[in-house]
């Protein structure tokens, strides 16, 4: 399942229990996890979405699964590389055997099997903890790239948005031409800017991969130079904002057609 490697590599297999809601870690102080692969049932999986070479892995779920894990690390300099399980019923994180390798080639399979917590313990706790760690998990489905974007976007957004409202409150209620504005209008005013936010979000992603991807293609075809840029490409992120956005534009014109929530403005 793993790269070839040198006759020298490491290569170790490791057997793990976990309860429901636990998670797998695997943490090297260096770039040095160069490959992944999961094999088991990836849909009740939640994994870590790194970028290759990576410095860690995380593999969790909140079902009676089995996984074989494969990876592969690599690297001319030395490096540690750990394993870990943490145990969702009482926080407590139990550690394997580390790695300490002066150079060369790590092969790590694992065998990790999420079974059900003994009756009397919880296969994970309710609190805020677990939803800072959710929170923690989820954002790491993003490209770094993708997280920047969308705050700066929703920085200024926001804040042209907030100052935009305000000034049309106050010019209606000045100039006495059209009612001000209501909690009912702003809150529609609200849904439109963060759907149009996001709309520029999407917009920016696609140029930006389609970009990326055009740079390379012509380096390659026309120069025949092979660049070795961070790959930009992320379905996910584009999948996952269409969605949110076709949510709260349905919600935008909901709030126009049946709540009649749209404030009148000048022509």
């Given at each position: ?125 309710i609190g805020w903890n677990s ?131 749209k404030p009148l403005m000048e022509?």
């Open positions: 399942m793993l790269p070839a490697s040198h006759a020298d590599a490491t290569i170790s297999q490791q057997t793990v229990k976990l309860f429901n809601g636990g998670r797998l870690r695997v943490d090297s102080t260096q770039n040095s996890i160069r490959k992944i692969v999961v094999q088991g049932n990836i849909t009740a999986a939640r994994m870590s979405n790194n970028t290759i070479p990576a410095k860690s892995f995380s593999l969790s779920s909140s079902t009676t699964q089995f996984y074989t894990v494969y990876l592969w690390l690599s690297l001319p300099g030395s490096y540690v590389a750990t394993i870990s399980l943490d145990d969702p019923s009482d926080k407590n994180s139990s550690s394997l055997p580390s790695f300490y390798l002066s150079g060369g080639d790590l092969n790590l399979t694992i065998f990790a099997s999420f079974e059900p917590a003994p009756t009397g313990q919880q296969g994970g706790s939803f800072s760690e959710w929170m923690t998990q989820f954002s790491g489905a993003f490209p770094w790239w993708v997280k920047i974007l969308y705050l700066a976007l929703g920085l200024q957004f926001g804040l042209i948005g907030y100052r935009w409202i305000r000034f049309e409150d106050e010019r209606r209620r000045i100039e006495k031409h059209l009612p001000p504005l209501d909690r009912g209008n702003k809150a529609y005013l609200w849904t439109d800017i963060l759907f149009r936010a996001l709309l520029t979000g999407f917009v920016l992603c696609i140029v930006v991969m389609i970009g990326e991807a055009i740079i390379v293609l012509v380096a390659q075809n026309l120069f025949f130079v092979t660049l070795s840029f961070v790959s930009l490409l992320d379905f996910f992120s584009l999948f996952f904002v269409a969605i949110i956005a076709l949510l709260i534009y349905i919600g935008r014109e909901a709030m126009d057609r049946f709540l009649d929530l022509d």
